[in-house]
């Protein structure tokens, strides 16, 4: 931290925070690709009291990713937080939004607010038993009250992108086809996205990331909703949708809004703010989206360790999370019975094998390492542990799960070509709809090839026990 930015901060601090007479700290929290988080400590007559300060990345302005989706800004964040708090949704007081005269570059100061954020956490922590089960019609409360701001009262029609259903598939198809890998089911997805558009919707303000893992909550309940830098102005059933993805439930499969609570609860607390009626279908259109989005998502995030700017292990480890979002979109849309390999007996040879050296490795980053380290080093070991657990798996199952993917592939197409050229062949068949989304073998051969693919990827992922209690 520079004396000159700690320094300018603190003016900022005792000319626009009432009753603040300086600045004690400055902590950084954490830095993402576009903007950085601080918790600030000032001094007013009651004594110390904390502050948030979110900004650009050196002050320079959100960066944007055209892989991802584009960042509002932070300016138009604080104006979206400010408007929701208005709405009454749980939100921290933006104190102020800094200007170019202040030296620090785009970003505000606001509220600091206490509370949980990690999803799992949330989930699973007795310390949130009692709150967990008024989650879910909390969040459709909050929801409702962001889809009843006025978009054009509060000027946000002027500064958010409207994006429809239509735009927003085949935006994020487009994206994963720039990527040199065939993925069927994310293709079969596309094409059962774009078959199954709603007829009619409203168009209101969305959140757009409105899920478990961005929400703040303490012994009372949701004290806050972040992240607002993707918001756009569309289908509300967006947000709804997001809510209930598997992958936000952190394991509560049996649990589908964010892993705390049943659909009617959400249902019931939307529509006991506004007048619309849910309707599950249409919300379950957007959480096929929302799968289909994160196997894509999931791809661009492989992409960055392949090519930059992330080199970090994070990032091909989270690639390979795209098989989850696959079954998530099986579980979904062609639902029915899946088989799995059966991992082969393992030779006792006497010279250690590459399965061992590879174990011993393991082993010693989730012991040695993680016990030595703390914060994101502690963090990245037990990332590069499973992705080692991901090569002993291939290991195992993965030349077995190749040839019966060849097998099923050369019968589908009565050819005898190579495993690449049919995953394209039937890519592009998907793409250029030639290939029927009804047809039996396909669908059999999506449900197993996913399935078996998550088995080595991550076979403790609740979308794969859910694809195996279908019998029939």
Known sequence: MSA????????????????????????????????????????????????????????????????????????????????????????????????????????????????????????????????????????????ARIHAIDIEATGLDEKLQTQTPEILVNQTWERYKRFNTPQPMIDYSARWLLDHLPVQHEVTLVHNDFRNGNLMVDSTGIVG?????????GDPMRDLGWICTNSWR?????????????????????????????????VRFWEVYGSFWWAVTTLVMAEHFRVGPDKTVERPAIGRRCSEAQID???????????LIDPPDQADDEMPGIGELLVSVR??????????????????????????????????????????????????????????????????????????LDQDSVIAHLRDTVANQLAIDQPRYSGLATALAVRT
């Open 4 to 143: 000159v930015f700690e320094k300018s901060l603190a003016r900022v601090l005792t000319r626009e925070i009432p009753g603040c007479t300086g600045l004690v700290s400055t902590e950084r929290l954490s830095g993402g690709a576009s903007q950085e988080t601080y918790k600030l400590m000032i001094t007013d007559a009651s004594g110390n009291r904390p502050l948030c300060l979110r900004r650009a990345v050196d002050g320079t302005g959100a960066e944007v990713d055209s892989d991802l989706q584009e960042s509002v800004g932070l300016a138009t964040e604080a104006l979206l937080i400010s408007k929701a708090r208005e709405a009454l949704v749980p939100e921290p007081k933006v104190d102020y939004v800094l200007k170019d005269r202040d030296g620090l570059g785009e970003g505000f100061i606001m509220e600091w607010l206490e509370g949980e954020t990690l999803g799992a956490r949330i989930v699973r922590s007795p310390e949130f038993e009692g709150v967990r089960p008024n989650l879910a019609r909390q969040c459709g409360e909050i929801l």
């Open 329 to 339: 979109c099986v579980n979904l849309i062609i639902r029915g019975p899946v088989t």
């Open 363 to 436: 082993d010693f980053l989730r012991a040695d390492v993680m016990d030595s380290s703390s914060g994101r080093t502690q963090f990245l070991s037990r990332v590069a542990g499973n992705s080692l657990d991901i090569i002993l798996r291939d290991g195992s199952l993965g030349a077995e799960h190749r040839r019966l993917e060849l097998e099923r592939l050369r019968v589908i197409f009565a050819s005898n070509d190579d495993l690449s050229d049919l995953r394209w062949r039937l890519v592009n068949a998907l793409r250029d709809a030639s290939m029927p």
């Open 225 to 233: 909703v972040l992240d607002w830098e993707i918001s756009h102005i």
């Open 250 to 282: 952190f394991g509560r499969a049996d649990l589908p809004v964010g892993g705390f609570g049943m659909y009617e609860d959400l249902a019931e607390g939307y529509e006991s703010i506004c007048d619309r009626k849910l309707d599950r279908d249409h």
